[in-house]
């Protein structure tokens, strides 16, 4: 029966899908993994900046400098450079796509014209940011007449839709942490936390034992991977990576850090062995090879590889399931599985799924 005129129910989750929400983002500090030095020998200070887009809203911000930034500590962030203004979205949502932008940049003494060209490049990304895969693409493309000015630590654009920030706003403290990693160039690894500070999302929060993938892991949100994954197994040799696959793409997941290890990269750059067969995409299962440090079998429709991530390489070519699985012949777990796992102290056996049902496979 319908709610009548008055009644203040919380919206059913059709409802709910359609109703319009204040969605809010704020800064809420950083911790400094390793600092990013200054190339010039001058101050190492950090500051911020973020371009958004979503339905009916453009905004764009700088914050203020964070000074004398060293490895291994946390600072607040002073909110938008003259105004103190800690949000940096601030937006209607509306169940269309949000586009943001946020850059990590290390200061060096810039004047009062770099600042204006910086604050110029930031409303050009943010016109850009209506066509959110064309912009992704774009994004050095924009900063790089600035960087003999300040030291671009990273980019990271992302978009986030109704679920994404509903999965952040029922995240314990509904905080996320996402991750600047610039190592490899020399420019340090920087943790900044954005915090939800809008209203309530539409429709009934998540029961019982159940979370968005986002919410336990919440290094994948703003990615592609908070939904719809073809599979998923453990990084072999590691004690706390996972590898994620969805479509053509794959990302190494760190659980202990919460952070994307490495990715998004395409499936064929990361696991070259796989130049040139059809398990560069659209993945059924994965799962490590029991008793290996080094390899996984990946599994495609009525096929199946054993691969070496160690030496990038497959052993044996690709083969039928029931060719290297026969016990399985005759059953409907010799196609199309759905996920798998090695068996939790086992040397020898993994379990496959498929709709309701799995089998114990002793290798």
């Not at 105004?83 to 979205?89: Q, V």
Request: charged share 20%.
């Amino acid at each position: 029966m319908p709610p009548r005129r008055g009644d203040d129910s919380a919206p059913t989750d059709e409802a709910a899908t359609n109703t319009p929400f204040r969605a809010k983002l704020e800064w809420d500090g950083f911790r400094c993994r390793q600092a990013a030095g200054d190339q010039w020998g001058g101050r190492d200070e950090i500051y911020w900046t973020a371009a958004c887009q979503s339905h009916n809203y453009q905004f764009h911000t700088r914050t203020g400098e964070t000074g004398a930034v060293t490895g291994n500590h946390d600072y607040p962030i002073s909110g938008e450079h003259g105004t103190g203004r800690m949000a940096f979205f601030d937006a209607s949502s509306t169940g269309n796509l949000s586009a943001l932008m946020i850059t990590c940049w290390e200061a060096d003494q810039s004047s009062d014209e770099w600042y204006t060209a910086l604050g110029k490049a930031l409303g050009d990304a943010v016109n850009s940011l209506s066509l959110v895969d064309f912009a992704m693409d774009l994004l050095a493309t924009f900063w790089e007449a600035l960087r003999n000015h300040d030291d671009m630590v990273l980019t990271r654009g992302f978009a986030l839709n109704r679920s994404d920030l509903k999965a952040l706003y029922y995240t314990e403290g509904r905080r996320m942490t996402l991750q600047f990693n610039a190592r490899s160039s020399g420019m340090g690894h920087f943790a900044l936390h954005v915090k939800y500070t809008g209203d309530t999302p539409p429709g009934p929060p998540p029961e019982g034992s159940f979370q968005f993938l986002a919410t336990g892991w919440t290094g994948l949100l703003g990615s592609s991977f908070t939904r719809n994954l073809d599979a998923a197994c453990l990084a072999p040799g590691s004690a706390t990576d996972v590898y994620l696959f969805q479509g053509d793409q794959y990302v190494r997941y760190d659980c202990r850090s919460k952070d994307i290890g490495y990715g998004t990269k395409k499936l064929s750059d990361g696991w070259p062995g796989l130049r040139g067969t059809n398990f560069t995409s659209n993945l059924d299962a994965a799962c490590n090879v029991p008793g290996s440090s080094t390899d996984v079998y990946l599994f495609k429709g009525d096929k199946y590889v054993r691969y070496d991530c160690r030496n990038e390489r497959i052993h044996n070519g690709v083969q039928n399931i029931i060719s290297g699985w026969p016990r399985l012949a005759d059953t409907e777990f010799a196609y199309n599985l759905q996920a798998g796992c090695a068996v939790p102290g086992s040397g020898r056996d993994v379990y496959l799924f498929k709709g309701e049902r799995y089998v114990r496979y002793t290798i």
